[in-house]
């Protein structure tokens, strides 16, 4: 595997079982104990049940299919380690399994006639190095 370039995701306490499953190719979110609602990034308190005396959440994978719901070609890029990608498409899409909750990252289809709103894509996993794992989309 050749150098990674870019910058990488740095987990936290939060953020850990998100990017350990997406070492396993497993896209999980935080999801909560009481009702099954899934949130991304990690919350405090679930917006499904509002339980705010015993908030309790685990991570569980998600079905890594859903729908754009909005994007934003790139093409400037500021961030370096970047320069050579540029234009290159960063999709919102809301997953199939709970509408509405959205997870941001790299199209790599590109900009071309399947980008448009409501466009189906899944999820795929590229591993840039022997630690990270990123999850990005590509058109279904
Ligand atoms: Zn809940």
Redesign the pocket.
């Known amino acids: 595997m050749t150098e990674y370039a870019k910058p990488v995701p740095v987990p936290d306490e939060d953020t850990a079982p998100f990017w350990e499953a997406a070492r396993r190719h497993e896209l999980a979110f935080q999801r ?6 899934y949130a991304h990034p990690p919350v405090r308190f ?6 705010v005396t015993e ?1 309790s959440f685990g991570f569980a994978t998600i079905t890594p299919r859903g729908r754009i719901v909005n994007w934003t070609v790139i093409h400037d890029a500021m961030v370096q380690g970047f320069a050579g990608d540029a234009p290159w498409v960063h999709a919102l899409v809301s997953f199939d399994d709970q509408p509405g909750l959205t997870f941001a990252a790299t199209l790599i289809d590109g900009v071309g006639d399947g980008l448009k709103l409501g466009a189906a894509v899944e999820v795929v996993f590229k591993d840039v190095s022997r630690d990270v794992t990123l999850p990005l989309f590509k058109l279904a």
């Not at 679930?46 to 339980?51: I, K």
């Open positions: 909560c104990d009481h009702c099954g609602t679930c917006r499904g049940c509002h339980d908030p």
